[in-house]
C-alpha cells in the first residue's frame, strides 16, 4: 500500500496504514510493513553527510522481531537505535488519530539533535500532504502538531522541570537513560505515570556503571515484564578495520563465540588504543561486563574485576544479610570498628560498619543498614563488645561528621562503650575535603597490593562506582551509595595511623 497522491484522499490514506505497523519481520517476509513504509517516505543523514532513505539494518531489524510492548536497549555506541525509535513512532504518530508521542533525551543539545531528525522526516513527505494531513500546526519548541489528526510528536530534554508531567502519552521513548541529570528515577517514575495502558515504551541507552536508575531497569526488566534487547558493536556493518592475523586467545574466543572477521578483530584492536578501558563500555560486548566499567571510577577496575571474582558468600549472615561475617573474634586479637553513620530513614543512606583486625588489616564483618543514630550506637556497642576479648577490648572509630555526634553521645550516655578513637582531644574521626582523597587512595592501594583484606562483594560493587565528580571531589555515583566504602577507607586510615605513631594499643577517650 502506497499513499495516495490525491490530497483530498490523504487523511484517509494515511489512517488505513495503522494496522499494519506492528507487523514484524518474518523469514518470508524479512521486510515489515513499517520497514518499507520508512523505506519508501523517510529520510536520515547517513554517516557521510548525505540524506539517504532509511534501510533498516541489522539492529534495527532485530529490535523489530524482538520488541515488546516495554523494552529496554544497551547498545554500543552508534547503532542507529534513536533514528530508528524515532522513525518508528514518527510513522505511529502520522497514521493514527489523536496520539501523543514523546522522545526524551539526556540533554537539551541531544534533544534538538533528535528533533532535528524528525523534523527531515516530515520534510521527506510528499509536498501535497504537507499542505494537506500533516499540516502542521502552531508549534513550540521541539513540537510538531497535526491538526487534522488530533496527534502531536514532542521531543523533551529530561533536564527540563516536571519533565512530561501532565500528558497523556501513546509512543514513550526514553534516550540514554544512564546520562540523565538529577534525580533520573524520579524523572522515569513522572514520565511512566503518563503512558497509557498498553502504550508502547523504549528505554535506551549505552551504559554507565552498575549502578543508577538505567541499571536498575534492566536488572528488573524480566520480572517488571519488560523486553531485554542488548546490541554489540560487531552488529553494525560498518564497524569494521583491517585485517589481522596474530590473534590473541580473548580474539580467538570472541571469533569462536561470535564469528567474528579478522577485521572486525582490527576495529576492536582500534577501539581498545583509542578508548583504552572504557572501549568495553562505550562499544560493549555482553551485557554483564558493559556496566562494570567507569573511566571516572576512583579504583583500580582490573583489582576490583579480579578480586569480585575470588570473594565467597560469608559463611555467618545475621538479619537477612545485614550483618555479614567472615571471621569470628579470635583470642589475643585486637579489632576495630569504623562507623559511618546516616540519618535512617527509609530511601536515606544506610548506617555501614567494617570491623578489621587490626594487626593484619582484614576484612572481619560488616554491618549495613538504614538505622538512626539511637539504633546504630546499641549495634556498634553490642558488636564491639563481641569482637573484645579478654585484654583486647575492641576500638570504636566513628566519623562524626554529620549523625556522627548524635552516634557518639548515645555511645557514651545511653551504651557506656569504651574505648573510642579520638584526636587531637576530639572524640571520633573527622572527614575534611583534604582528608578524604587521602584516605580514599591509601584504600585504593591496599586493593592492588593486598586485595586479600578485602571479603566482602557489596563493599567492592561500591567501589565500583565509587567516582571523580564534579569539582574535584569523589563520592558515589547517582543512584548508587558509598557507605561501606567510606567506613572501609576510615577503618584503615586509622589503623595505618595508629601503627605509625603507637606500637602499642591506642587510648581511649
Known amino acids: 500500500m502506497k499513499f495516495s497522491p490525491d490530497p483530498d484522499l490523504g487523511l484517509d490514506a494515511m489512517l488505513r496504514h495503522a494496522i499494519y505497523l506492528d507487523q514484524r519481520p518474518t523469514e518470508d517476509c524479512p521486510d515489515s510493513y513499517l520497514m518499507r513504509l520508512a523505506n519508501d517516505f523517510l529520510y536520515i543523514r547517513d554517516r557521510t553527510g548525505h540524506q539517504s532513505q532509511i534501510v533498516a539494518n541489522p539492529v534495527q531489524r532485530r529490535f523489530e522481531r524482538d520488541r515488546g510492548a516495554h523494552n529496554i536497549i544497551v547498545k554500543a555506541r552508534q547503532m542507529g537505535i534513536t533514528s530508528w525509535i524515532a522513525a518508528r513512532f514518527f510513522l505511529k504518530t502520522i497514521c493514527n488519530r489523536g496520539v501523543l508521542t514523546v522522545q526524551v533525551a539526556h540533554t537539551r543539545e541531544a534533544a534538538e539533535s ?6 527531515r522526516f516530515w520534510e521527506g513527505f510528499p509536498n501535497e500532504y504537507r499542505k494537506g494531513c500533516l499540516r502542521r500546526g502552531r508549534n513550540n519548541l521541539r513540537q510538531m502538531t497535526f491538526p487534522a489528526l488530533d496527534s502531536e510528536f514532542r521531543v523533551l530534554s529530561a533536564s527540563d522541570r516536571n519533565c512530561g508531567r501532565g500528558l497523556t502519552v501513546q509512543n514513550m521513548h526514553l534516550s540514554e537513560v544512564s546520562r540523565w541529570p538529577g534525580d533520573a528515577a524520579e524523572t522515569l517514575a513522572g514520565l511512566r505515570a503518563a503512558l497509557v495502558p498498553g502504550g508502547e515504551l523504549v528505554l535506551e541507552s549505552t551504559p554507565n556503571g552498575a549502578c543508577g536508575c538505567f541499571y536498575e531497569e534492566w536488572q528488573q526488566a524480566e520480572e517488571n515484564n519488560v523486553v531485554r534487547h542488548f546490541f554489540p558493536w560487531w552488529l553494525e556493518p560498518a564497524y569494521v578495520s583491517a ?3 596474530d590473534l590473541r586467545d580473548d580474539e580467538l574466543a570472541l571469533i569462536a563465540r ?6 572486525q578483530i582490527g576495529y576492536r584492536r582500534a577501539l581498545q588504543s583509542t578508548f583504552r578501558g572504557l572501549h568495553a563500555q562505550e562499544y560493549a560486548e555482553d551485557a554483564e561486563t558493559c556496566f562494570l566499567t567507569s573511566g571516572d571510577c576512583c579504583f583500580d577496575l582490573d583489582a576490583l574485576e579480579s578480586r569480585l571474582k575470588q ?3 560469608a559463611p555467618e549472615r545475621r538479619d537477612g544479610g545485614r550483618f555479614q561475617a567472615w571471621f569470628p573474634p579470635a583470642a589475643n586479637k585486637d579489632y576495630l570498628l569504623a562507623a559511618d553513620p546516616a540519618g535512617g530513614g527509609a530511601d536515606g543512606d544506610y548506617a555501614a560498619l567494617q570491623i578489621v583486625e587490626l594487626g593484619s588489616g582484614v576484612q572481619c564483618a560488616e554491618l549495613q543498614q538504614r538505622l538512626r543514630p539511637r539504633e546504630f550506637a546499641r549495634a556498634i556497642a553490642s558488636l564491639a563488645r563481641e569482637y573484645s576479648t579478654p585484654g583486647h577490648p575492641a576500638l570504636v572509630v566513628v566519623e562524626r561528621n ?11 550516655d545511653s551504651e557506656h562503650y569504651e574505648p573510642v578513637y579520638e584526636k587531637g582531644g576530639n572524640r571520633g574521626w573527622l572527614t575534611t575535603s583534604a582528608s578524604k582523597p587521602e584516605i580514599v587512595a591509601g584504600m585504593s592501594s591496599l586493593l592492588v597490593e593486598k586485595p ?6 557489596r563493599l567492592l560493587e561500591e567501589c565500583r562506582t565509587f567516582i571523580n565528580l564534579p569539582g574535584a571531589r569523589a563520592g558515589a555515583a547517582p543512584g548508587a551509595h558509598d557507605d561501606l566504602v567510606m567506613a572501609m577507607a576510615i577503618a584503615h586510615a586509622v589503623r595505618r595511623e595508629l601503627q605509625l605513631h603507637s606500637p602499642r594499643r591506642p587510648r581511649a577517650a
Not at 114 to 119: A, K, L, M
Open 243 to 245: 585485517a589481522v592475523t
Open 258 to 263: 561470535h564469528g567474528l572477521s579478522p577485521a
Open 114 to 119: 533528535i528533533f532535528r531528525v524528525v523534523q
Open 402 to 412: 554529620n549523625h556522627g555526634h548524635a552516634v557518639l553521645a548515645h555511645l557514651k
Open 311 to 313: 570473594v565467597e558468600d
Open 452 to 457: 586479600e583484606l578485602f571479603r566482602s562483594k
